[in-house]
């Protein structure tokens, strides 16, 4: 198969038993499922077998998959198996966003202490978040997930992922804010969380 492939390409030759065709959506996608997975649980081992549970729960059910869409599938497998390990533990993990493998160090105008200062600062603030806040932040603003995407993957409306998103964003600006350095530091970037998506549509979700 050639990398220029499509997903709905591979998918379809993969429902057709090509394991090769199945084999390059997981080459394609296994780095993305990974550092999701790593950012909502902040464990590397937890986070690999998620990822390997993702695929292979995705390979023995590829006919029940509507569509095409094989990025957002396997990552609402992912993201779903993540979401109960975390329920399930309670935990409120620090997630080291520096660490997180295939996200490219941006370009800033402060200095590598400052840099550091800040990544310091959205770590711990992440980390605050509830498991189901966390998921929308990480998919929508970490990743840059489109918010139907992001939707499809958590299995909620989407206007329920732009509030529940909306308010991950407050949060985090308040806790953010709460710390005179970190506010500092992210109004050098121009990073500094909005409280509102760029949207009117809201929901009663309150997580």
């Not at 840099?115 to 711990?124: I, T």
């Not at 603030?125 to 806040?133: D, I, N, R």
């Not at 966390?134 to 995407?149: F, I, K």
């Not at 500092?184 to 809201?202: A, C, F, I, K, V």
Request: aromatic share 4%; glycine share 4%.
């Amino acid at each position: 198969m050639a990398t220029s492939d499509s997903d709905a390409s591979l998918l379809a030759a993969a429902r057709a038993g090509d394991h090769t065709a199945f084999a390059a959506l997981v080459r394609r996608y296994q780095g993305l499922v990974f550092a999701v997975a790593y950012r909502l649980l902040g464990d590397r081992d937890a986070a690999e077998d998620v990822t390997q549970e993702a695929f292979v729960r995705a390979y023995f059910s590829l006919d029940r998959l509507r569509g095409d869409n094989f990025r957002a599938w396997v990552l609402r497998i992912a993201s779903n198996a993540a979401l109960d390990q975390l329920r399930a533990a309670g935990r409120r993990r620090q997630v080291p966003l520096e660490l997180a493998p295939e996200r490219p160090v941006e370009p800033t105008v402060c200095s590598a202490v400052e840099h550091l200062g800040l990544v310091e600062a959205l770590e711990a603030a992440l980390a605050q978040l509830p498991p189901e806040q966390r998921a929308v932040v990480v998919l929508a603003d970490v990743e840059g997930l489109p918010y139907d995407e992001v939707a499809t993957i958590l299995s909620l409306p989407i206007g329920t992922v732009k509030s529940r998103l909306a308010r991950a964003r407050m949060r985090l600006r308040a806790l953010l804010e709460a710390d005179p350095r970190a506010r500092e530091l992210l109004e050098l970037t121009g990073r500094l969380p909005h409280g509102e998506p760029e949207t009117s549509d809201r929901t009663s979700d309150t997580r």
